[in-house]
């Protein structure tokens, strides 16, 4: 008996890949339908944003620790004692740009995009969604469309505030390795530009959405109890991670490095 053929591999990604892309077309659709869940996205700004300020806080910090340290560490080894005040512009560049973007993005996944997942999951299982259709209402509009618009507003905004904090960890580092504070600032301040903070910015914003959606995209998927919640969690978390780091690669790729006007 000949055995039964499976779909090819990327049918199948093409297929999610699909489904994502409706969804986020119809939680950006809802933004423009009335009413709006005003509550819904009050709570979801708290959640999303003042909620993560502490482990974005302890990520940040580190991140600047460790990248001043080895900044430091570069330019004493490869051009000389005396050249590591020259580095506050590399390790600026380097967070606001690429590092910081990132380790809050992955952050953020790890505990908003699981917490979609397993919050929307367990709506699903319980019939929550269904009761939602019977109402009239829309689970997308009611549910995706809010944590959508939160994740954008605040991802960029927990971005510059981690790039200030691990900018302030690399200087404190610096400086307590005896480099020369004023040069330090002076050539931070002089080489980084404005473009360069609006970059890590606008790929905050990015990566904000394909947390959202990809969360909620597999909360709504989720089947078969509480293990379906849990594989759905995981799977936001893993599949949102790649994502970040994917798009991480080509917003730089496509985002001019200078901006000229």
Request: with cysteine.
């Amino acid at each position: 008996m000949a055995s039964e053929s499976k779909p090819f591999p990327f049918s199948t990604l093409f297929s999610q890949v699909g489904q994502v892309g409706l969804l986020f077309g119809r939680a950006t659709a809802g933004l423009f339908r009335k009413p709006f869940e005003k509550e819904n996205f009050l709570q979801q700004l708290e959640d999303i944003g003042v909620r993560s300020l502490p482990v974005v806080s302890l990520t940040a910090a580190f991140g600047g620790l460790v990248f001043g340290l080895q900044t430091y560490i570069g330019f004493h080894r490869f051009i000389g004692p005396g050249s590591e005040a020259y580095g506050g512009p590399v390790i600026s560049l380097g967070l606001t740009k690429e590092l910081i973007p990132i380790l809050v993005g992955l952050m953020i996944t790890g505990r908003v995009g699981s917490a979609m997942a397993a919050e929307i999951g367990t709506m699903k299982i319980t019939e929550q969604i269904d009761a939602l259709y019977s109402l009239g209402a829309d689970p997308v509009r009611y549910l995706v469309t809010p944590r959508l618009l939160a994740s954008v507003i605040m991802m960029p905004i927990l971005v510059l505030y981690g790039d200030i904090i691990g900018i302030a960890c690399g200087y404190i580092y610096n400086v307590m390795m005896g480099v020369n504070q004023h040069i330090y600032l002076k050539n931070t301040l002089l080489y980084l530009e404005f473009w360069d903070v609006v970059t890590g910015l606008i790929k905050a914003a990015v990566f904000g959405g394909v947390i959202a959606v990809i969360g909620c995209w597999q909360g709504l998927e989720a089947r078969g109890g509480a293990e379906g919640v849990g594989r759905a969690a995981t799977r936001a978390v893993v599949v949102a991670s790649i994502g970040v780091l994917i798009l991480n690669f080509f917003l730089s790729k496509a985002l001019p490095a200078d901006l000229v006007l």
